[in-house]
């Protein structure tokens, strides 16, 4: 096989360890930025499943570390530089630690973290990990006293209430998300085909009152009509899932599932939350590296995550 040339070659780009080449910040006591990434391993896994995402992060810091030279160029999903002139920058704050056998250390790791930057005022963005990662993070956002809407996108609805005996893991995220006091509505989008629900899970989320578009409607009516459901001022907090993105974008998760939303669609629902309300946090889950084709999903998931960033630095400049 011939040498593929690299694109990095051009852009001028230089070897990196954090995300698009942002300032690392190890204390968060001196946390002074618009958002931050932050690494999670996983939080609670199933029987001997593992930390089956643990690489994502890095592996989402390399896919997008051949632009970091050119952070300041015009970004047209977002139609201006990432960071706007007069805007606070993102940072990175690496990963957090993994304990393989206490999960509820994972968890109190997690919950601690978002905690502490939500209290510096900058906007978390959790890149997991499975999908018991948000669970923490959502737990974390009581302590501001406010109330949330959570703007999920995921091919699953995540309501069981247990699986293999444990409540607290990747398929039961939004049931343990309505049991939580500060959280007030759940829009989740994207669902297809089989998944972890039963019929009586999606009663229960429907019964509880959450707004469930399947990723069919997404492609049908289009974005608008989810977006106008968001309360006007309300704060967000996106719960994505990698596997809400089509396969064909994203083929780097547990289950494939065709039918999934588009690279614009994702990013519309994103802007489209912060024109109605303001983000407070985010978490990016379910990549998974080694299912990964030629790291397309780690491109895609990476831009989704920087334009994130950029809507993110442009609602704190409002
Ligand atoms: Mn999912």
Not at 57 to 63: Q, S, Y
Not at 280 to 308: H, M
Request: with cysteine; net charge negative; glycine share 10%.
């Amino acid at each position: 096989m011939t040498k593929k040339p690299n694109i990095e070659s051009i852009l001028g780009a230089t070897e990196s360890k954090t995300f698009l080449g942002l300032k690392a910040c190890n204390d968060l006591d001196m946390l002074n930025a618009s958002s931050i990434f932050i690494g999670a391993t996983g939080a609670t896994p199933y029987g001997n499943m593992g930390p089956f995402c643990q690489n994502a992060p890095d592996t989402i810091r390399k896919a997008i570390s051949y632009m970091t030279n050119n952070i300041d160029r015009y970004n047209f999903d977002i139609g201006g530089p990432i960071f706007p002139e007069g805007s606070k920058p993102a940072v990175d704050y690496g990963n957090l630690p993994f304990n393989e056998t206490n999960f509820s250390e994972n968890r109190s790791v997690i919950r601690a973290t978002v905690a502490k930057v939500l209290k510096a005022g900058a906007v978390p963005i959790v890149v997991g990990g499975d999908d018991s990662v948000p669970i923490p993070m959502l737990d974390a956002l009581a302590d501001t006293g406010k109330d949330y809407t959570i703007l999920q996108i995921d091919a699953h609805i995540d309501w069981r209430h247990s699986h293999m005996n444990e409540k607290l893991g990747l398929s039961s995220n939004m049931r343990r998300a309505s049991e939580m006091p500060h959280i007030q509505k759940i829009i989740q989008v994207g669902a297809r085909g089989i998944g972890s629900a039963h019929s009586n899970d999606v009663q229960d989320a429907q019964e509880w009152g959450a707004e469930i578009i399947p990723a069919e409607d997404v492609h049908l009516y289009g974005i608008t009509p989810i977006i106008e459901r968001i309360t006007l001022g309300t704060n967000i907090i996106i719960c994505f899932d990698a596997d809400g993105l089509d396969p064909s974008i994203v083929p780097g998760v547990l289950a494939r599932s065709p039918g999934g939303l588009t690279y614009f669609q994702a990013i519309g629902l994103i802007k489209g939350a912060a024109s109605k309300g303001t983000i407070a946090a985010t978490n990016f889950t379910e990549f998974l590296p080694d299912s990964d084709v030629d790291d397309l999903g780690a491109l895609t998931v990476s831009r989704v995550i920087a334009a994130t960033m950029g809507v993110i630095a442009r609602q704190n400049n409002k």
